[in-house]
């Protein structure tokens, strides 16, 4: 009788680890992008993106409205045409930021906030969404208040961003989560962002394809510059 318990101990241990312990490091994901703007133009991106939370860096292999390849590093956005420079661009450091680093590490159903000098301010419940509100550090010195995270079955449905006098700067939509094994993600994010006079511009960003911890293309997760 002991032996057989210490065996299906055993056995739970063994599956316990196998279901818990599974480290998500690498995604891919073909892309669409479709943007309107508040002054009725329009466009579109389609490409394959590719990130490995251990290198950082994000890259997309674009191939609709041409073909080229853009790298997100550091605080640089390069822009590529075969092996030519295109452009660069100086932005903020966002990859640790981005739906792909914040679902390797199991960071998107709170938006990352949990781990960053944001402060929870209040919980509330409306019908099956559980709502968060988090407080925009004074010492940051952004134009933003807070952040408001809907949640449903701990699942991240939405993210609206608050501006300093109470008005709405933004609004995410995060759908159609698709299900890899233990690991989920989008497959659709729609973004509104709120312009100085009011209107609105929408991005809708469609993933499809997802690849997790692909290791028959490492080069594809490391660009050489």
């Known amino acids: ?47 394959t993106v590719y990130y490995d939370k251990n290198i950082k860096e994000l890259i997309y292999d674009i191939s609709f409205p041409r073909n080229e390849k853009w790298l997100s590093k550091d605080t640089s956005l390069y822009k590529y ?30 938006y990352g906030l949990k781990k960053s000098n944001y402060n929870i301010s209040k919980v509330e419940k409306q019908g099956d969404l559980v709502l968060s509100y988090w407080k925009i550090p004074d010492q940051l010195n952004l134009t933003m208040d807070h952040v408001v995270i ?22 995410q939509f995060f759908r159609n989560y698709i299900t890899i094994d233990a690991f989920e993600f989008p497959g659709q994010i729609v973004q509104i962002l709120y312009d100085s006079s009011g209107g609105e511009n929408y991005q809708v960003t469609d993933f499809g394809n997802i690849k997790i911890n692909d290791m028959t293309n490492a080069e594809l997760y490391h660009f050489k510059l």
């Open 81 to 110: 045409n075969k092996d030519s420079l295109i452009q660069r661009i100086t932005i903020p450091s966002i990859n640790e930021f981005t739906v792909f680093h914040l679902a390797l590490n199991s960071g998107l159903n709170d």
């Open 150 to 171: 809907a949640k449903k079955n701990n699942r991240l449905e939405s993210v609206v961003i608050v501006g300093e006098n109470q008005e709405i700067l933004s609004k």
């Open 1 to 47: 009788m002991l032996k057989r318990f210490s065996i299906s101990l055993l056995a739970f241990l063994v599956l316990y680890g196998a279901g818990f312990s599974q480290d998500y490091f690498r995604i891919q994901a073909d892309i669409t992008v479709k943007i309107s703007s508040s002054d009725g133009t329009k466009s579109l991106t389609r490409g």
